[in-house]
T-cell receptor, first 114, second 114 residues
Framework: KQEVTQIPAALSVPEGENLVLNCSFT??????LQWFRQDPGKGLTSLLLIQSSQREQTSGRLNASLDKSSGRSTLYIAASQPGDSATYLC?????????????FGTGTKLQVIP | GAVVSQHPSWVICKSGTSVKIECRSLDFQATTMFWYRQFPKQSLMLMATSNEGSKATYEQGVEKDKFLINHASLTLSTLTVTSAHPEDSSFYICSARGRRYEQYFGPGTRLTVT
């Protein structure tokens, strides 16, 4: 059974700081990995998608890496801003028994202090 | 990017009644949609995978007779919570699968059962 863990569970940083969020998964047979942000009481916003054959993806101040063999992904946020405050979730995508299955991580709650 | 809508965004119902939640992919066809629920301060948990024209695949521990899923067309899936009880109160989120197996999420539906 796939298990996805995110460390740390919560993080508080001053504005302007660079930071790294970690995601680890136990089964490396994944199809892709996505990073999302979730604002309180809201749905999910997709940030970055990394296919299993890729090692990283970049979008603006965000950079996500994937090391499938070691079961790890990181989300790097450069020059953090108060608007980055949210919960960040990673999710891995697999095909299990012929069906697609997505497993979410436990989330990292980020607070960027002005 | 692809857009997924959910309706209603918020619903309050009395215990014992049934509630239907709609999930629509607005600008693309989705052969597969997913339903998740999220309890406060917890990550999303997959409830079921909905495939157009066939029966939904439910995750272990999810009562298929209580959470009825119908995927009648390539752009619409519905989740009906039958005989709702207060413990069914939760945030329900749907997603639709894109061509690269990426997930596009709806904004979520907050269900409160009194």
């Amino acid at each position: 059974k796939q298990e996805v863990t995110q460390i740390p569970a919560a993080l508080s940083v001053p504005e302007g700081e660079n930071l790294v969020l970690n995601c680890s998964f136990t089964d490396s047979a994944i199809y892709n990995l996505q990073w999302f942000r979730q604002d309180p009481g809201k749905g999910l916003t997709s940030l970055l998608l990394i296919q299993s054959s890729q090692r990283e993806q970049t979008s603006g101040r965000l950079n996500a890496s994937l090391d499938k063999s070691s079961g790890r992904s990181t989300l790097y946020i450069a020059a953090s801003q108060p608007g980055d405050s949210a919960t960040y979730l990673c999710a891995v995508d697999q095909v299990v028994g012929g069906y697609q299955k997505v497993t979410f991580g436990t989330g990292t709650k980020l607070q960027v202090i002005p | 990017g692809a857009v997924v809508s959910q309706h209603p965004s918020w619903v309050i119902c009395k215990s014992g009644t049934s509630v239907k939640i709609e999930c629509r992919s607005l600008d693309f066809q989705a052969t597969t949609m997913f339903w998740y629920r999220q309890f406060p301060k917890q990550s999303l948990m997959l409830m079921a995978t909905s495939n157009e024209g066939s029966k939904a695949t439910y995750e272990q521990g999810v009562e298929k007779d209580k959470f009825l899923i119908n995927h009648a067309s390539l752009t619409l899936s519905t989740l009906t919570v039958t005989s709702a009880h207060p413990e069914d109160s939760s945030f329900y989120i749907c997603s639709a699968r894109g061509r690269r197996y990426e997930q596009y999420f709806g904004p979520g539906t907050r269900l409160t059962v009194t």
